[in-house]
Nanobody, 130 residues
Framework: QVSLMESGGGLVQPGGSLRLSCVAS????????VAWFRQAPGKEREGVAC????????YYLESVKGRFTISRDNAKSMFYLQMDRLQPEDTAVYYC???????????????????????WGRGTQVNVSS
């Protein structure tokens, strides 16, 4: 069975850091594009970061550039989101996603890039509060 599962969410003070992890089961992450999305209460799910599995290209939401870093370890079937200098507006449920055919370019040209990702985790809550 193909699945993704996130871990690493929690409560952190503003300015703090968290590292989210996503493990893939039932398939190999090699050549898959991987991504992190988030959804805050009452808001649309938005793409936060994306990393190609073929050419190394990436995408970051403008508000997280320079603070968040997406990375992957195909040998471990895992990918990560390092989040530094967290702010209260980063509070959301974070979802990992993967797809063999989508690429980071969907975030620049599609209104709903989440529709291009076929495999999703269930989400992990991140709360940034003092």
């Amino acid at each position: 069975q193909v699945s993704l599962m996130e871990s690493g969410g929690g409560l952190v003070q503003p300015g703090g850091s968290l590292r989210l992890s996503c493990v893939a089961s039932g398939f190999s992450l090699s050549y898959y594009t991987v991504a992190w999305f988030r959804q805050a209460p009452g808001k649309e799910r938005e793409g936060v970061a994306c990393l190609s599995g073929t050419d190394g290209s990436s995408y970051y939401l403008e508000s997280v550039k320079g603070r968040f870093t997406i990375s992957r370890d195909n040998a471990k079937s895992m990918f990560y989101l390092q989040m530094d200098r967290l702010q209260p507006e980063d509070t959301a449920v974070y979802y990992c996603a993967a797809d063999r055919w989508a690429g980071p370019d969907v975030f620049g040209r599609e209104q709903y890039p989440r529709r291009f990702f076929g495999t999703w985790g269930r989400g992990t809550q991140v709360n940034v509060s003092s």
